[in-house]
Nanobody, 113 residues
Framework: VQLQASGGGLVQAGGSLRLSCVVSGSRFRLNDMAWYRQAPGKQRELVATISVLRYTNYAESVSGRFTISRDNAKNTVYLQMNNLKPEDTAVYYC????????WGQGTLVTVSS
């Protein structure tokens, strides 16, 4: 299984980015998905989750600014990030919410002040 995240980049505070993650294999449509992030020197943290029935949950730090969505036909999960803050700077990863697969390379998001 491969999890290929993309869409990161350098953005000014207040800007927006949309991350995508294409997931190979047949588990995608039958499993909850999640976005995680890892900032320099910090542990990886859960950012957002989306269930098979598309129920969503967010970390308090991103609630109201980030939106997670999924397209089962494309085996893809998205993270729309608005009103970005410097503290959102991190490498962002997607994975299954439960029984995660090997982590991909992630995509780097850098927010300048």
């Amino acid at each position: 299984v491969q999890l290929q995240a993309s869409g990161g980049g350098l953005v000014q505070a207040g800007g927006s980015l949309r991350l995508s993650c294409v997931v190979s294999g047949s588990r995608f449509r039958l499993n909850d998905m999640a976005w995680y992030r890892q900032a320099p020197g910090k542990q990886r943290e859960l950012v957002a989750t989306i269930s098979v029935l598309r129920y969503t949950n967010y970390a308090e730090s991103v609630s109201g600014r980030f939106t997670i969505s999924r397209d089962n036909a494309k085996n893809t999960v998205y993270l729309q990030m608005n009103n970005l803050k410097p503290e959102d700077t991190a490498v962002y990863y997607c994975n299954y919410r439960w029984n995660s697969e090997s982590w991909g390379q992630g995509t780097l998001v850098t927010v300048s002040s």
